[in-house]
Nanobody
């Protein structure tokens, strides 16, 4: 079984910064793409940023220039550095990872989600 555990959310004033972390653990053979998504009240979950195992990144236009995604492969951990936060960034942020696990004599891959961490930007 694989778990994704997020940390780093909280309350911050507009213009402030937060750093989210998400660590994958369990019977992991390999972690491929990792990413962050967010869901605001009454809205659909949306992509924030993703990163491949070799460091290629992609991010939503709304966060370009403010948020930076990175990862430490040796720790199966992904980070989201969020700067210049705005009230519209308020949401529950979810970590996602595509993980290959050992299942008997096979390697199987599937996507996993973290439990979510609340980010609130308010004065």
């Amino acid at each position: 079984q694989v778990q994704l555990v997020e940390s780093g959310g909280g309350l911050v004033q507009p213009g402030g910064s937060l750093r989210l972390s998400c660590a994958a653990s369990g019977n992991i053979f390999e972690v491929n793409a990792m990413g962050w998504y967010r869901q605001a009240p009454g809205k659909q979950r949306e992509l924030v940023a993703t990163i491949t195992s070799d460091g290629n990144t992609n991010s939503a236009d709304s966060v370009k220039g403010r948020f930076t995604i990175s990862r430490t492969n040796a720790k199966n951990t992904v980070y989201l550095q969020m700067n210049s936060l705005k009230p519209e960034d308020t949401a529950v942020y979810y970590c996602n990872a595509y993980v290959r696990v050992v299942a008997g004599t096979q390697i199987q891959g599937k996507g996993y989600w973290g439990q979510g961490t609340q980010v609130t930007v308010s004065s």
